[in-house]
């Protein structure tokens, strides 16, 4: 069984029983929970190891560290500048390409004395101009008025803020849309392509281009400007992280320029993240009316959410994404018909849904359904043919015969 199809118990004891008596020597890199009583549960689960294991952990938070830590912490020194050219030098040329063109190496050596040793700004700048030889966009990089912004402590890098205004339109809409996840989450291409899609954030200069390999350059765009890092990559899907700040950047452009907001907002609220393990059902935003995208997360299935997403269904009638992976509940609204915009529905990993209202037939716009889950949905909905612009279908289910209309197209 694989972990993903694994619940906390079942975890926590395949967990113990590989280290129960073992030496071990674990990393725990780019850490943001600053949950104590979380911490003090690792602890107890990692007890049954060896004397002598050790663990690591890598954080930017003070907090975590103090959490976390049985010893001072180590604060990492800066980048020599020798270093930082170095790895400059290796992103932005070919090998040996940097010996034919000493006025961009000269330029160069102004941009990474600007980046003060931040080895993310010089592997970000690196990248930008690895794709241009003009002289000027070289200077204009090096001479952008970002660099003389006051910098607070926690203020986005003047790099990163000029890697992303140098992106085509069409990426900054789709970068700054990640903002919604949280910091450290692990996201693979095809989850995150089908968001773009129902978002309508895909757009091609070829006529035929089919969307999931529009979604795949954008993705490999990105990975080449260092704003997306590859943590794998499977012959079938491969998953990416942000680097924190590069995420602080995300969410600076969706407060500032795409007129969108987090959980803690009140006004036009376009995509939203809820925790519900973390939050309170009464902190979600009243006004809805302007929501696309809602992903309602119960990473532990405590909370009761149907009543919740029927109040959010009747709130918002222009939903495009509606995630409800994981959460708790037995009936899925009946009110979800209304949803007109609806193309990404996801409602895997739930254990108590059994059947779905066949008021989800109505969903003629439906572009992805997602009903994985390892005990199956007993029984789907007798009209399902009826979703004409259904493409992905992923379901487990217990029913032998599903729709003699249903075509798989691998």
Request: glycine content about 4%; some cysteine.
């Amino acid at each position: 069984m694989k972990c993903k199809d694994m619940n906390k118990e079942e975890l926590h004891k395949v967990l113990q029983d590989c280290l129960n008596g073992k030496r071990f020597f674990m990393v725990l890199d780019d850490v943001w929970n600053e949950d104590k009583k979380k911490w003090s549960e690792l602890k107890d689960l990692l007890w049954g190891g060896a004397q002598w294991s050790r663990i690591i952990v890598t954080t930017r938070s003070r907090k975590v560290a103090t959490i976390t830590g049985t010893i001072p912490p180590y604060d990492l020194e800066h980048l020599s500048y020798d270093n930082c050219l170095s790895l400059f030098l290796k992103l932005a040329f070919k090998e040996g390409e940097e010996k034919q063109d000493d006025n961009l190496v000269r330029i160069g050596e102004g941009i990474v004395q600007k980046c003060k040793g931040v080895a993310l700004a010089v592997k970000t700048l690196g990248s930008l101009l690895c794709s241009t030889r003009v002289q000027h966009d070289w200077e204009l990089v090096r001479d952008s008025g970002l660099w003389k912004l006051k910098q607070e402590e926690n203020d986005i890098l003047p790099a990163l803020k000029l890697s992303y205004d140098h992106l085509p339109w069409y990426l900054k809409q789709c970068f700054a849309f990640c903002s919604v996840f949280p910091k450290d989450l692990e996201f693979n291409d095809i989850f995150l392509i089908s968001l773009w899609k129902a978002n309508g954030f895909l757009q091609s200069p070829y006529e035929n281009e089919e969307p999931e390999d529009i979604g795949k350059r954008y993705i490999q765009e990105l990975l080449s400007r260092s704003l997306f890092h590859q943590v794998e990559d499977m012959p079938f899907h491969s998953s990416f992280k942000m680097h924190d700040l590069v995420h602080d950047l995300a969410f600076s452009v969706v407060q500032n320029e795409v007129n969108s907001c987090n959980h803690y907002s009140t006004g036009n609220v376009q995509y939203l993240l809820f925790d519900l393990s973390k939050q309170d059902a009464s902190q979600l935003p009243n006004n809805l009316r302007r929501l696309q995208s809602l992903l309602l997360l119960d990473g532990e299935g405590k909370a009761d959410s149907e009543s919740l997403i029927a109040k959010v269904i009747s709130r918002s009638k222009h939903l495009r994404v509606l995630h409800l992976s994981g959460c708790s509940f037995e009936h899925l609204p009946n009110n979800i018909r209304y949803l007109k915009q609806l193309r990404y529905l996801n409602l895997a990993c739930n254990g108590n849904t059994k059947r779905l209202p066949n008021s989800i037939c109505n969903l003629q716009s439906l572009q992805t359904l997602d009903l994985y889950e390892r005990r199956g949905i007993e029984e789907l909905p007798k009209d399902i043919r009826y979703l004409i612009s259904l493409r992905k279908l992923m379901v487990t289910t217990k029913q032998t015969y599903v729709c003699k209309r249903i075509e798989y197209r691998a």
